[in-house]
């Protein structure tokens, strides 16, 4: 999607991690994990906005373990 740019992406069996940005005059960073263990179908398991920016992505899965990123409603 053209308003959001990819940051940080993570693939593990069951899982994946995505960082990104949203938006143009005034980004901001949002994360999202998604459950991929039901017949390849991805599923959102978490999502939050915020956090700081990660050097890689187990910096990023610590900040989402350690609360960094808020979590609005719908998430």
């Known amino acids: ?3 959001r740019r990819l940051l940080i992406g993570a ?4 899982r994946c991690v995505v960082f990104y940005e ?6 901001y ?3 999202m994990i998604l459950d991929t263990s039901k017949n390849g179908a ?3 398991t978490w999502g939050g906005a915020g956090g700081k920016d990660p050097a890689d992505a187990h ?3 610590a ?3 350690e609360g960094a ?3 609005p409603r719908g998430y």
Do not use: E, H, K, Y
């Open 22 to 27: 949203i938006g143009g005059f005034a980004p």
């Open 59 to 61: 910096a990023l899965i």
């Open 29 to 31: 960073r949002a994360a």
């Open 69 to 71: 990123f808020t979590q």
């Open 11 to 14: 693939v593990s069996n069951d």
């Open 1 to 3: 999607m053209p308003w």
């Open 42 to 44: 991805a599923t959102l």
């Open 63 to 65: 900040q989402i373990v």
